[in-house]
């Protein structure tokens, strides 16, 4: 095995961590305070995986900093975090694995988006009693599956995917320094 802890990689998770805390606190108004709806710009990242194995413990790392201002604080801290770094590491299995770019994207991009829309509704629902104002708390917890499904898958996809495109076209230019 190559030595995995180069000073490459760590600082390059390094970078990944600070993006996904500076994103998330940037647009913390929105990423925990909409109820339903999620903007949270920095689950893009979750796509970096696919290309370096060192951003699973990076996206990890991030998401648990960042969760420190969430208002389900332990819970997302120590719950919600594992979410990511299930999602991250079902995301680099795929990019170990899978060759065809719409197929990595496709694949490794799933992971998370499921990990973060099983897991996620668990602790507002039935950990923190983000049941009022429905029916039951089955209907809250597919309501809030389906509004986390879906903007993850926007935000995974829809500029996950420009992320991508971008790290390929970087590397076919070999810019080593920055990749």
Do not use: H
Request: charged residues 10%; aromatic residues 18%; hydrophobic residues 55%.
């Amino acid at each position: 095995m190559k030595n995995f802890f180069t000073t490459k990689r760590l600082c390059r998770a390094g970078l990944i961590a600070a993006l996904y805390v500076a994103l998330i606190y940037a647009f913390s108004p929105f990423a925990f305070g909409l109820g339903l709806i999620q903007i949270r710009p920095a689950e893009a990242l979750c796509i970096l995986p696919l290309f370096f194995p060192e951003a699973v413990g990076a996206l990890y790392v991030g998401c648990m900093l960042s969760n420190l201002m969430s208002p389900f604080f332990v819970y997302d801290v120590f719950i919600g975090s594992p979410a990511t770094l299930l999602g991250a590491i079902g995301s680099y299995l795929v990019g170990r694995f899978i060759k065809k770019d719409g197929f990595k994207i496709v694949l490794g991009g799933i992971f998370p988006v499921l990990c973060n829309a099983f897991i996620i509704p668990v602790i507002i629902v039935f950990l923190c009693g983000g049941a009022e104002g429905f029916a039951s708390p089955a209907i809250a917890y597919w309501s809030y599956f389906a509004s986390l499904f879906i903007t993850e898958t926007l935000w995974i996809y829809g500029l996950g995917t420009p992320v991508y495109y971008t790290i390929k076209r970087l590397q076919k230019r070999n810019l080593s320094f920055l990749l």
